[in-house]
């Protein structure tokens, strides 16, 4: 059993399922960077830099990533052909593993009170030749005097939804991340 402590926080989805292979090198992306992105201990940090700071060793598991806001930077998924093939409807991520099929999705800040896990997890559902999402929650966001728990938010909703039989998702599985 993991230290309540151990940085960073995860659960696997369906846990009926054991994590795959590559679990341990995207966890251990997130770990590396602690000093950078632990909001347990930081405050101000936004996607963008956490992203950042993840972004060496994603790639090195041969990840693409998000480089900068630009066009040409931004890694896109198809969600709906038309005619002559042409994209009608793609959406930004942040990383993408096109041998196995991940997706990660950094979020900051109020990710959990505006529901960005939520939306994560539908276009994920929605992409092409996607089979995994990994979504990362801060453990703790501070604002306005108070203190956001967003990776326990997210994580009692995946729960609820992978605990309940209404709605099935189109994953073989999704990593939540508490970083």
Do not use: C
């Amino acid at each position: 059993m993991a230290s309540p402590d151990a940085y960073p926080s995860w659960k696997f989805y369906p846990s009926r399922d054991p994590a795959p292979t590559w679990v341990e090198g995207v966890v251990d992306a997130f770990a590396s960077a602690a000093d950078q992105i632990d909001s347990r201990k930081l405050s101000g940090v936004s996607s963008d830099s956490a992203l950042a700071a993840i972004r060496a060793p994603l790639v090195a598991l041969g990840f693409d990533v998000e480089a900068s806001k630009q066009k040409t930077d931004k890694i896109t998924r198809p969600v709906l052909y038309g005619e002559q093939g042409s994209v009608l409807v793609q959406y930004d991520v942040d990383a993408f593993h096109p041998a196995h099929g991940i997706v990660i999705e950094v979020e900051a800040g109020r990710g959990a009170a505006s529901n960005a896990d939520y939306r994560d997890i539908v276009r994920a559902s929605l992409m092409v030749d996607v089979r995994y999402l990994v979504l990362a929650m801060m453990l703790e966001y501070r604002g306005g005097g108070q203190v956001m728990k967003s990776y326990a938010i997210a994580k009692a909703r995946v729960d609820a939804i992978y605990a309940g039989e209404r709605l099935a998702l189109p994953l073989d599985g999704l990593l939540l991340i508490g970083y």
